[in-house]
DNA sequence: CCAGTTTTTGCGTTTTTATGCAGGGATTTC
DNA sequence: GAAATCCCTGCATAAAAACGCAAAAACTGG
């Protein structure tokens, strides 16, 4: 079989199933794996597959795109993120809600970094697949078309069934007086069960929405262990909240 | 036997083999393999076929069918989205597997229709939330990383919970002796489960993938109802399903 | 017909290409 | 953390292509 022709065929066969073993390859071809692998490496130089270990993969299927920018307050995000994920550790299970601070903390994880991370929210849970080594566990249910997010009483029974270590929730508005609360009344559900499946609870907030109130209850302050915000830990506005017990960073 | 004779029949080989060997060339018209290159390279000069090294190739072989937009064989795809979406009706539960097959229909669903649409793959979910009168439900476990889709125990036992209307399956492998196939375990679980949870079984398929075979049996052919491919459904090549008891569309 | 020119063809020689093989790392897996 | 896989590098070899050359064939214009 002519060079070309063998590569149109591996072109075909990872097009036709979105992927391609190269033992399988060599097998049906009859060549060396050294030469199937020389193949595979043109057609990736070539950009026409994916090269990954052991075989390739089709492009068109591998990456989803979804709107990275238009983020609001984004650098601000970052550094949140930032300081959220020096509390993961190697080993961890992590529950995390949705939220532009939260898809930020997802982009940002270490490639090296290898932890479970558990979320119903679908741009999140897009970020996480990215990274190689993190397992990534979604949570069923019906999905809530404005937010992305499942909601509903099986995802929060599938919540209840985990005690994860570190929770990450994205705030929409905290206050000393009425604690974390949110608009979507589904999604408040949802939190409550993160909040109750979790070692730890870390609120994520952009300092503009620290001592806002929004409609729905989550939690009290006492049901938060740690406030991150892109603001100082010692900053004044956040000194009510260390004098609440909460730990500030 | 004259130049022009000789690239004529070696025209003539290149378009009916779609390739020739200089060596068998040589052989069958008795003359030097200089003279057979040469004759090649004249050819190719006037682009009437490609030159590889130990033969030349159709120009049509190489170029065909790839896949500048990213979907491999997609108008094919569409047709059959097509055909199948004419299958739903609205307030159906309809339960989908994953595949560009899929997101195809996902995409091509009628703004209208109003059913409820079951699936554990990311890519295809994010076509049915943009629907507004569908439901999604999202099928939660492990990420496949590579498929993008949810598998394990977790997501079969869901499965197992639903009995859907209609269940589209997106095929990598369709033939007669060995049935449906694929080539990841655990998205053959998932299948096998949606299978046994729907009243009609769907298969999608261009007809490129009938009559393959692939190492992992989904189920046999009495296992599925319909088979839908861009074809017509009097063509020859599913003539042997129909006669298997498969409505063909 | 014929000398001169061009075209075509075949034959060495050199270059390039394709492929397999061996080893040393890297990565994955259990 | 040890075993198994896979991957990369360099090297050897065989096949094919390119090149130059010269002989043979074909054409050309008297």
Redesign the pocket.
């Known amino acids: 079989?002519?060079?070309?022709e063998?590569q149109a065929y591996i072109l075909h066969q990872v097009n036709l199933h979105n992927k391609v073993?190269?033992?399988s390859l060599?097998d049906e071809i009859?060549?060396?794996?050294?030469?199937?692998?020389?193949?595979?490496?043109e057609l990736a130089d070539e950009g026409k597959i994916i090269?990954?270990?052991?075989?390739?993969l089709s492009p068109s299927f591998n990456h989803v795109n979804f709107p990275s920018n238009g983020v609001y307050s984004q650098s601000q995000k970052k550094v949140i993120a930032q300081k959220a994920i020096s509390l993961i550790s190697n080993g961890m299970f992590v529950l995390t809600s949705g939220g532009t601070t939260i898809i930020e903390l997802a982009r940002m994880l270490p490639h090296q970094l290898k932890a479970t991370f558990i979320s119903g929210s679908i741009p999140v849970i897009l970020e996480y697949i990215h990274h190689?080594?993190i397992e990534v566990i979604l949570i069923g249910d019906k999905i809530s078309k404005n937010s992305k997010i499942t909601v509903g009483s099986q995802a929060i029974a599938k919540i209840r069934e985990i005690k994860a270590d570190l929770c990450f929730l994205g705030t929409n508005a905290i206050d000393l007086e009425h604690g974390v609360t949110d608009n979507d009344w589904e999604v408040v559900q949802l939190k409550k069960a993160m909040i109750e499946s979790s070692k730890k609870v870390v609120c994520l907030s952009i300092a503009e929405k620290v001592n806002t109130v929004q409609p729905i209850r989550v939690c009290g302050l006492s049901g938060i262990d740690m406030l991150i915000t892109e603001l100082d830990a010692d900053n004044y506005l956040l000194k009510p909240y260390v004098k609440a017990g909460i730990q500030v960073m």
């Open positions: 079989m002519l060079k070309k063998r073993l190269s033992a060599c009859k060549v060396s794996e050294d030469t199937i692998r020389r193949d595979l490496q090269k990954v270990h052991g075989g390739a190689p080594n």
